[in-house]
């Protein structure tokens, strides 16, 4: 290597104060990086041609301007870990304003419903709001006087040349992959290792967010475990189930109805469509047990169980669903029906025919599908998504099925003594 190494001032303030040295190196190529400031006596102990030269403000600007950001990253990673060190007392301050603030909103509270008269009572609501006010300008003050902030000064540039490290390490979990840089010096001896992304503090144990998307390496402190694998989540995508279990978005996934986050054992897939849901909007079958959505759910409109695609067939005459176990043939028309539209013997259909008005077209419909019904009486009945004819010649007997556009289905016909065959 060879390059200059910038040495910053650096001051935190906040909570706490800190003064430090911080020293970036600026190789010949522009690439900065921070190194430890206790390496520049040893390089100077290595016998390195080392000259340190104090830097006027204004001085080596463009060496400044690449180094100032390594510096700067430092001091705002110094200030985080300072303001985390300080949020215990930070809660405990917040906490003491909010019950100092709690007991006089009591008490003003209490004055207010004992008040008399308009003036006394709106007097009293405008003293809750300025309290109100009040509280909150308070806790905005402790909050900001928690607040680290660092500043950094460029005092000195010292020109160094011998031999440097760059050092890839590649953090691996799964097919995912993270690469970091550090730089090794070897007069320093040691390397400065690579941090949490998110804290700031030692990586100690490291791990990749659990969550596909999200690219960060995290210290032990910043995770939090999917209880179906382990794999470790930061905070933002810690997603938790209804049962308090944290659950990776491999493990678990919003319901498809409510957007309710579910764990694995508490999320259920439609047999139909594979989507996941709560257990409140997937639905068991009564017959096989099998789960179905919302949309792939019908109620029995016999014994109101519920069944999935499989196990749910149709009732034309009511239009409602129906378990095998509660459809029936309609002793009249053979149909199969639920057993709560067969009455007297005969299906919903059956009981509502009528003589076909004069000039009906489903009639001619019916007429132009079998022509050898030509001279019947008719009779129609409309279920819920077809019309029925049925015809009478003085020998034979006609039913028609047709859709509700007229379109012709199927057609049955034969003598009235040997019944019906199916003619189309
Ligand atoms: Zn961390
Ligand atoms: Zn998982
Ligand atoms: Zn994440
Ligand atoms: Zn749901
Ligand atoms: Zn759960
Ligand atoms: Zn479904
Ligand atoms: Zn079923
Ligand atoms: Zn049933």
New binding site residues.
């Given amino acids: 290597f060879a390059g200059t190494t910038v040495l910053f001032r650096l001051r935190v303030e906040g909570p706490e104060r800190e003064d430090a040295l911080v020293a970036a190196f600026v190789s010949k190529d522009g690439a900065a990086f921070e190194i430890p400031a206790d390496a520049l006596p040893k390089m100077a102990a290595a016998g390195n041609p080392a000259t340190l030269s104090p830097l006027a403000p204004g001085d080596r600007t463009k060496l400044r301007e690449i180094s100032l950001d390594v510096a700067q990253r430092e001091g705002d990673r110094r200030a985080r870990l300072a303001e985390k060190r300080a949020a215990p007392k930070l809660a405990k301050e917040e906490s003491q304003v909010k019950t100092y603030f709690e007991a006089l909103s009591g008490e003003l509270k209490e004055q207010k419903s004992e008040s008399r008269g308009e003036d006394a009572k709106k007097e009293a609501a405008t003293r809750l709001r300025n309290l109100e006010r009040e509280r909150e300008l308070r806790l905005l003050e402790v909050a900001d006087r928690f607040r680290a902030s660092a500043h950094v000064d460029a005092v000195a540039a010292l020109a160094v040349s011998g031999s440097a490290a760059r050092v890839k390490l590649l953090f691996q979990s799964g097919a995912r992959k993270l690469e970091r840089e550090v730089v090794w010096f070897p007069p320093t001896g040691n390397v400065k290792p690579p941090v949490c992304d998110l804290c700031g503090g030692a990586l100690g144990e490291a791990a990749i967010c659990g969550d596909p998307q999200h690219n960060v390496l995290l210290c032990a402190n910043c995770r939090r475990y999917c209880q179906s694998c382990g794999a470790g989540l930061c905070a933002e995508h810690t997603k ?6 944290i ?1 990776c978005p491999a493990h ?1 996934a919003a319901c498809e109805a409510c957007a309710q986050y ?6 259920f897939k439609c047999v139909r469509c594979c989507r996941a849901f709560c257990r409140q909007h997937a639905f068991e079958c009564g017959v096989c047990r099998l789960i179905s959505c919302v949309d792939h759910t019908k109620r029995c409109g016999s014994c109101d169980i519920e069944l999935c695609g499989e196990h749910q067939r149709l009732c034309d005459a009511s239009g409602k669903a129906g378990c095998p176990k509660h459809m029936v043939n309609c002793p009249e028309c053979g149909d199969e029906v639920l057993d709560v539209a067969v009455s007297g013997g005969k299906c919903t259909t059956c009981r509502n025919r009528q003589p076909a008005a004069a000039g009906d077209p489903a009639v001619s419909a019916a007429l132009l599908f079998v022509p050898a019904a030509t001279g019947a009486a008719w009779t129609r009945s409309d279920t819920k998504s077809r019309i029925r004819l049925d015809g009478r010649t003085f020998l034979n007997k006609y039913r028609v099925w047709l859709g509700k556009d007229l379109k012709p289905l199927s057609a049955f016909g034969g003598s009235k003594l040997f019944g019906m065959k199916k003619l189309r």
């Fill in positions: 938790a189930c209804g049962c308090g279990a659950a678990g579910c764990c694995e054992k508490h999320l």
